[in-house]
């Protein structure tokens, strides 16, 4: 997956538990919100590494 596609899936995660959360699914919605922030963290640790400007500071 290139990161286009990625940033897509983490957005409709986002999107969905937003709606699961509006319509009253808190356990469902919850869980998709933890899995949209691993995965926006994932994807922006590994766009800085790509990029070379990981640092130890």
């Not at 986002?14 to 699914?25: A, I, M, N, Q």
């Not at 070379?52 to 500071?57: A, D, K, N, T």
């Amino acid at each position: 997956m290139n990161d286009f596609h990625k940033d897509i899936l983490t957005g409709t995660l986002f999107v969905t538990g937003l709606l699961g959360f509006v319509s009253g699914e808190f356990t469902i919605s919850s869980a998709l919100f933890g899995i949209a922030a691993i995965a926006g963290n994932v994807n922006l640790y590994r766009k800085k590494a790509k990029s070379g400007q990981l640092s130890c500071e």
